[in-house]
């Protein structure tokens, strides 16, 4: 395989296997010589860190037609049937525009207390 050219699934399972085996190699070595135990690697599979790249899109800011083209989902409804919960709801958004606007008129208007906060749903 030449340098620079895309990895198949197989291919890219076998990196990602032998990496995670030096590691934790490296990892036992480390903690022998040190003389404690050594920390046991979490269990990852591949697909693992495709569902740490999509939510890492979303937080971003990208739209579900964008995280749907980079996972190549054949559909945008497939996408969202995977992680609809992570984009912010309608909800959300007029909470934030609400806290932007009126946020400076919150400041100095006196005392918050814990009722205002637990009915808001929000820290003052």
């Known amino acids: 395989m030449e340098e620079g050219e895309p990895l198949s699934y197989r291919r890219w399972k076998t990196e990602w296997n ?12 480390a903690a022998e010589r040190e003389g404690r135990k050594p920390v046991e690697l979490p269990h990852m599979v591949t697909h693992d860190l495709r569902h740490f790249f999509a939510p890492a899109l979303i937080a971003g800011g990208a739209s579900v037609k964008q995280v749907q ?9 497939i996408t969202l049937r995977i992680y609809a919960h992570l984009w912010p709801g309608e ?4 909470r934030s525009v609400m806290d932007a606007v009126l946020g400076g008129l919150r400041t ?11 009915i808001a749903g929000q820290t003052a």
């Open 91 to 94: 909800e959300d958004r007029t």
């Open 69 to 77: 083209l980079v996972l190549g989902h054949a559909s945008a409804v």
């Open 18 to 29: 032998c990496a995670r085996k030096a590691l934790q190699a490296a990892e036992n070595a």
């Open 108 to 118: 100095g208007c006196g005392q918050v207390g814990d009722r205002t906060r637990e």
